[in-house]
């Protein structure tokens, strides 16, 4: 199984600061990466497929880029609505596995 | 718009079965993949079973291969997972999600709410 491992597990961050978290993927897996996004008692919603493509209708302070088995996934000016846990997963192949999981918290 | 509707959670004893329901609307359902995706309290998420646009192809988790039992009832328009032989780490808010494709669950589009099974004695 390919294992995901996101750092940091937490981060504090204020609004309008730039975030990145990162995600490794234990063997090479091309730009066969997904990202999401889940909020306190609710499901995940999906922001970013292909490692770099954006969902229609996510935000455009949202970015991710990498290949190979370094990723990262980039919010430019983070907004309240932003606080949330967000989560690797891989496409490359079954199981599909996800990250930890990487909770942005209020400074 | 496309929605996901969970339901068929709750306490079962371990060793025990249950049956969870996922209706879905505002897609072909037939078109797309479906997957069960499940998260044990505080923890993350966790890829249980994903089945074709048509019903055919099947895969699963290996923590899960041989209990559980994932299957689409086209004329409902409703996913089904069957849970057997349940377990304590079976414990989990399980989602639906539907897959912008019709073989694969490599990517997930939209969810569901989820349904909370709780296996305690």
């Known amino acids: 199984d390919i294992e995901m491992t996101q750092s940091p597990l937490s981060l504090s961050a204020s609004v309008g600061d730039r975030v990145t978290i990162t995600c490794r993927a234990s063997q090479s897996i091309s730009n066969f990466v997904n990202w999401y996004q889940q909020k306190p008692g609710k499901a995940p919603n999906f922001l970013i497929y292909?490692?770099?493509s954006l969902e229609s209708g996510v935000p455009s302070r949202f970015s991710g880029s990498g290949s190979g088995t370094d990723f990262t996934l980039t919010i430019s000016s983070l907004q309240p609505e932003d606080f949330a846990t967000y989560y690797c997963q891989q496409s490359h192949s079954i199981p599909w596995t996800f990250g930890q999981g990487t909770k942005v918290e209020i400074k | 718009e496309v929605q996901l509707l969970e339901s068929g959670g709750g306490l079962v004893q371990p060793g025990g079965s249950l049956r969870l329901s996922c209706a879905a609307s505002?897609?072909?359902?037939?078109?797309?993949?479906m997957s069960w995706v499940r998260q044990a309290p505080g923890k993350g998420l966790e890829w249980v079973s994903t089945?074709?646009?048509?019903?055919?192809?099947?895969y699963y988790a290996d923590s899960v291969k041989g209990r559980f039992t994932i299957s689409r009832d086209i004329s409902k328009n409703t996913l089904y997972l069957q849970m057997n032989s349940l377990r304590a780490e079976d414990t989990a808010v399980y989602y639906c999600a539907k897959a912008p494709y019709y073989d694969s669950g490599k990517r997930l589009d939209y969810w569901g709410q989820g349904t909370l099974v709780t296996v305690s004695s």
């Open positions: 292909a490692a770099s």
């Open positions: 505002g897609f072909t359902f037939t078109t797309y993949a």
């Open positions: 089945i074709s646009g048509g019903g055919t192809s099947t």
